[in-house]
Each structure stands twice: as structure tokens, then as C-alpha cells.
Nanobody, 126 residues
Framework: VQLQASGGGVVQPGGSLRLSCATS????????VGWFRQAPGKEREGVSC??????????YYADSVKGRFAISRDVASRAVYLEMNSLKPEDTAVYYC??????????????????WGQGTLVTVSS
């Protein structure tokens, strides 16, 4: 199982970024992929999640990003994306994508998730 996050960078407040998570070694139709972030001095938190369900494509968002972030996936290319709009300085963090074979999008406590990609740094600053 491998995941690799990319797409971070420096952006001004109000700007946008699109993060990508390349996956391999597991079936996207069977397991969820979550996006997490960790700001300096803070605990890692769940940001968004795309459920394994191919029927309803359930998506989850933390309250802090609802209406600004959008998660999507491309099963054929084995990628999960996080479109981030209206970025705020408080969105500054290292962003990670992860999967787990027993958790679901309703269980976004980071310690429950076993497989992680390396992080990509997002800095929102003027």
C-alpha cells in the first residue's frame, strides 16, 4: 500500500491550491481515502474523506473547511484530489493522505489510520 501527496505550496489568503494523492496497492472502491493536516504545534486532524462506496460517493468535510474544500477521486488514475479554495492563514499545515482497511470516513481520528503518504506543505501567507 502506497500513497503520495503532492501539490502543496505558498499561496496568498483567498487563493486556491489543488492537492493530489497518488495511490497504489489497494482498491479505491473498497477503502476510504482521507486527507489530514497538521499545523505546527497542533495535533493532526482529519480534513476530508472520500468513502469507498461507489454508490453514493460519500464525502466528509471538517466544519472548518466546509464550503471551501472539495474532495474528488479518479479511480482509473488511482488518484484522490483535494481542491482548496478561499484559503486562510489557519489552513497552513502539512497535508497528508491516508487509507485504512478497517476505518471509515466517520472515523477520522488520525491514530486509527494505518497507511500514510508523505506530507505536502501548504503555506497561506501574504
Amino acid at each position: 500500500v502506497q500513497l503520495q501527496a503532492s501539490g502543496g505550496g505558498v499561496v496568498q489568503p483567498g487563493g486556491s491550491l489543488r492537492l493530489s494523492c497518488a495511490t497504489s496497492g489497494f482498491n479505491l472502491n473498497h477503502y476510504p481515502v482521507g486527507w489530514f493536516r497538521q499545523a505546527p504545534g497542533k495535533e493532526r486532524e482529519g480534513v476530508s474523506c472520500f468513502s469507498y462506496s461507489d454508490v453514493d460517493g460519500t464525502r466528509y468535510y471538517a466544519d472548518s473547511v466546509k464550503g471551501r474544500f472539495a474532495i474528488s477521486r479518479d479511480v482509473a488514475s488511482r488518484a484522490v484530489y483535494l481542491e482548496m479554495n478561499s484559503l486562510k492563514p489557519e489552513d497552513t499545515a502539512v497535508y497528508y493522505c491516508a487509507t485504512d482497511f478497517e476505518s471509515s470516513c466517520s472515523q477520522l481520528s488520525w491514530y486509527r489510520w494505518d497507511y500514510w503518504g508523505q506530507g505536502t506543505l501548504v503555506t497561506v501567507s501574504s
